[in-house]
């Protein structure tokens, strides 16, 4: 029965986040975030779901993919003293936190980037910018638990690794 309602929880989100989709324009991060922030604490959205974590970096695992609208959505999983690299976005992009704490430093475009902020993201709170390789930011756990996160982007899959972030040197 759990892990019925797991599904569900996710396929709402993704649901939702579907819907957002259709109606936010150029710049739909604000409404996905928004969608992403209702069920990111709910402790069953990934009951059912294997999310390990990695002794090296943090890692990624799929959750929902629509290849044809161009988005897809991640579950990240990060141990303690794991970071992002410093990195700007060229999509869109959400996020939520599920468990744990994580802190998201911002930046200054310069060379190299200068931090100009910090914010702490616990469970239920909620990030999002637009494609913008210029918003630049680092997301990392600086805390003594494993902390899981949930992403959309605004593109599939296969193309995280290559053409998601565009890296700075910190």
């Known amino acids: 029965m759990n892990v019925i309602a797991a599904r569900s929880a996710l396929d709402a989100m993704t649901d939702g986040i579907s819907a957002a989709l259709r109606t936010a324009g150029d710049d739909p991060s604000a409404a996905v975030a928004e969608v992403i922030g209702r069920f990111a604490a709910d402790p069953m959205l990934l009951l059912g779901r294997d999310c390990p974590c990695r002794a090296e970096t943090y890692i990624r695992h799929l959750l929902h993919e629509d290849a044809e609208e161009g988005w ?30 994580l802190t998201e430093t911002f930046y200054e475009p310069g060379e190299p980037p200068v931090p100009s902020g910090i914010a702490m993201r616990r469970p239920g709170d909620i990030t999002f910018g637009p494609a913008r390789p210029d918003a630049i930011h680092r997301l990392a756990n600086l805390g003594t638990e494993t902390a899981i996160s949930i992403h959309a982007y605004g593109l599939p899959y296969a193309r995280f690794c290559t053409d998601l972030n565009r890296i700075h040197a910190a």
Not at 77 to 100: F, T
């Open 72 to 101: 897809a959505v991640a579950a990240l999983v990060w141990r303690p003293g794991q970071m992002s690299p410093v990195h700007g976005h060229k999509a869109w992009c959400a996020v939520g936190v599920h468990r744990g704490i």
